[in-house]
């Protein structure tokens, strides 16, 4: 049986730094410790959580924000395309929720107990939080296996994003013809994942770069540093990505965004998630596509990458 253990995040919510991993150095991405070229008077929302060894999602306006097992808080500036209401949406399943493993009321409270939208302020060496709302799953009456909610909060932040807001509707196309074309799109950035080009796939994530650097105030410097280190670390796939065969098609962002998950091993995990055998790593890179205002063909929207650590018992 294998244990996941979940060691350091690589994902386009997070600042990338050198950090070593099983005595050699890797690029891989950290909360940045810095300010990101922001002053204290501007907002950097985060969700605030702790569920345990419950597996989870996060959707922030019905789009994939945090999927697994990782502790918060996690940031979700690049999820908040104007300013204004806010939908976050939270489902955590028992571990063992398909053999009949149950969610009890203690645990709920458990959940709850972090549970909130904060904002970090950075200044000078100090780190402060400021609760923007605070948030609570209803009270069970029996054990469930998954429990969900939906909660609103007022965002206020300087910028507008384009995100998904004006992109194609999916739902409203041929759900097979849809299929195909998703599938294609998901095999070419496997491929060049499974070549080692993780040039070429940070290429494929120019939108959901520019936006999350945008949303994080990062400097120009900060960029070019974080793109570098994204390029070192999908490069780290070379040879290991399996093909895509058993897996799910999913709709988000009202009808415009649309991912591929997981139906078998790392069920509910993107189908770009592979297993590095001889180093005991497992990556997930949760991706999310949209077709652009004005466009037929599909790019990234927004992305979740992990990096975890894969032992034997």
Known sequence: ???????????????????????????????????????????????????????????????????????????????????????????????????????????????????????????????????????????IDRPVPYIEHTWEFEAELPFDLVGWENSEDLSKLDRDILEEKVLQKFNQLRNLLNSGNGAGFVKELAFANKEYFIANYFTPDQQKEYTNNLIEAY???????????????????????????NLGKYKGQGVLTAEAKNSDTLFQNYVMLHIPNGSTNFEIVRINSQMASVEEE
């Open 235 to 261: 490069s780290e796939h070379k040879g290991i990505m399996p093909p895509i065969e058993n897996y799910r098609m999913r709709i988000l962002g009202d009808g415009k965004v649309v991912a591929l998950e």
């Open 1 to 139: 049986m294998k244990n996941i253990y979940i060691i350091i995040i690589i994902s386009l919510i997070s600042f990338l730094v050198s950090c070593t991993h099983k005595g050699k150095v890797n690029k891989l991405t950290q909360k940045n410790t810095e300010m990101k070229g922001k002053n204290n008077k501007q907002k950097d929302y985060h969700v605030f959580y702790r569920f345990g060894m419950f597996p989870s999602e996060i959707l922030i306006n019905n789009v994939i924000c945090e999927i697994g097992n990782m502790p918060g808080p996690a940031e979700i500036n690049h999820y908040i395309l104007k300013k204004g209401k806010q939908l976050v949406k939270i489902k955590i399943y028992h571990p063992f929720y398909e053999n009949d493993g149950l969610i009890h009321g203690n645990e709920v409270d458990y959940f709850n107990k972090e549970l909130s939208i904060q904002n970090i302020i950075e200044e000078n060496d100090d780190v402060k939080v400021e609760l923007i709302k605070k948030f609570s799953f209803p009270k």
